[in-house]
Every structure is written in structure tokens, then in C-alpha cells.
T-cell receptor, first 113, second 114 residues
Framework: DSGVTQTPKHLITATGQRVTLRCSPRSGDLSVYWYQQSLDQGLQFLIQYYNGEERAKGNILERFSAQQFPDLHSELNLSSLELGDSALYFC????????????FGPGTRLTVL | DQQVKQNSPSLSVQEGRISILNCDYTNSMFDYFLWYKKYPAEGPTFLISISSIKDKNEDGRFTVFLNKSAKHLSLHIVPSQPGDSAVYFCAAGRLGDSNYQLIWGAGTKLIIKP
């Protein structure tokens, strides 16, 4: 158990809908990262927050947005969903930025029908 | 443009033998490299890392080698055990980059045969 929690575990929705994925980092970790893993692909970095502020942005679509709240939990919002958005979405946390090892949650499997 | 490549999608190794997983990168600015292991239905778990000032880092059965001139790193697992069967990802980044992000390979599925 990494100490990072993600909810929900599974999500099935239809095209055009909007969903919110939630992540609680390990106690004491200030950085939260979101990743997308499509079938048989590597992890694609989406976005990083550090202590409530956006720190780095990767290949995140404009239809996707995220935020980190004062209690340090984070939410990833995916809107106008398309079939291609079906993937595993992982959240990771670390104490600081790059120098901190990233600890991953179990992921949310999103299926868009 | 794949900056981090793991060219072997899968690797099968006999229990007790050495497993060698390879990773190539193209960006010479990367100075920090990590290996993660992932079981099905779980998130990746950190295994071992190496910075570019070193060419080897060892942790128990796991050793990572870095060849900067070849832009190549490898993970050696000796001896291989059944519990090592998993997908292994290598990742690379730049420690000094304020917009730091890890770039990940596609993973290699390691199967340890009894």
C-alpha cells in the first residue's frame, strides 16, 4: 500500500459526459501528479501540482483540468469525453518535486462507451 | 517523439537466472533515471534510481547501469524470482528543470519461468 488513494476504482460513462477523478496523496506529500496510461502504452504525464499550485504541465488536453485543494487532495476533471479517453488514470505523490520519489495510487480505470 | 524507449515489450527468464531490462533515451539533458515495477491492477512502485553522476547503483538484487555515451540504461535482477514477474517501466527526467516531469518508456513485461 503506497498510501495514495484514488477514487473511484472503476468508472464507466458515455461519450460527451464529464467525470471527476479524486486523489488523496500520502500524508505529508505536497506534490501530486496525474498520469494517463492507455492500453499497452507507457505512462503519459498530464499535470503536476505542488502545494496547491500548478507546477508542470504535460500532454494534457484542453478538455481536461485539474486542481489541488488546501487539504492537498487533487481532482482531475475530464469533460466532453471521447472513446479514446478510455484509459487508466494514475495519481502519484511525492514530498517535493523531482527529488522526491513518486508514490502511485492504484489508478482509476475509465471506460467511455 | 519517444524520448525514452523500451524496445522489448516482453522478456522471459528462468527463475534463478539474471534478468536484464534495457532502456534507451534520446535527450542528453536527462540526468535522473528511475525504474518502476507494476503489477496488474496496481499502480507502479518505485524500484531504484540513478543520477547521471554515477554509472551504477545497487540495491539488493537490483542494479541499474547507466551508459551516458550510449544513452542507455539497464536494470539487472539477480537472481530472478517468481515475484519479479511484472511490467517494468524506466523513466527519465531533469533534476534542475523547474518544469520537471518524468518521461516514461512503454514498459517491458518480465515473465519469470519456474
Amino acid at each position: 500500500d503506497s498510501g495514495v488513494t484514488q477514487t473511484p476504482k472503476h468508472l464507466i460513462t458515455a461519450t460527451g459526459q464529464r467525470v471527476t477523478l479524486r486523489c488523496s496523496p500520502r500524508s505529508g506529500d505536497l506534490s501530486v501528479y496525474w498520469y494517463q496510461q492507455s492500453l499497452d502504452q507507457g505512462l503519459q504525464f498530464l499535470i503536476q501540482y505542488y502545494n496547491g499550485e500548478e507546477r508542470a504541465k504535460g500532454n494534457i488536453l484542453e478538455r481536461f483540468s485539474a486542481q489541488q485543494f488546501p487539504d492537498l487532495h487533487s481532482e482531475l476533471n475530464l469533460s466532453s469525453l471521447e472513446l479514446g479517453d478510455s484509459a487508466l488514470y494514475f495519481c502519484a505523490s511525492s514530498v517535493a518535486g523531482v527529488k522526491g520519489t513518486q508514490y502511485f495510487g492504484p489508478g482509476t480505470r475509465l471506460t467511455v462507451l | 517523439d519517444q524520448q525514452v524507449k523500451q524496445n522489448s515489450p516482453s522478456l522471459s527468464v528462468q527463475e534463478g537466472r539474471i534478468s536484464i531490462l534495457n532502456c534507451d533515451y534520446t535527450n542528453s539533458m536527462f540526468d535522473y533515471f528511475l525504474w518502476y515495477k507494476k503489477y496488474p491492477a496496481e499502480g507502479p512502485t518505485f524500484l531504484i534510481s540513478i543520477s547521471s553522476i554515477k554509472d551504477k547503483n545497487e540495491d539488493g538484487r537490483f542494479t541499474v547501469f547507466l551508459n551516458k555515451s550510449a544513452k542507455h540504461l539497464s536494470l539487472h535482477i539477480v537472481p530472478s524470482q517468481p515475484g519479479d514477474s511484472a511490467v517494468y517501466f524506466c523513466a527519465a527526467g531533469r533534476l534542475g528543470d523547474s518544469n520537471y516531469q518524468l518521461i516514461w518508456g512503454a514498459g517491458t513485461k518480465l515473465i519469470i519461468k519456474p
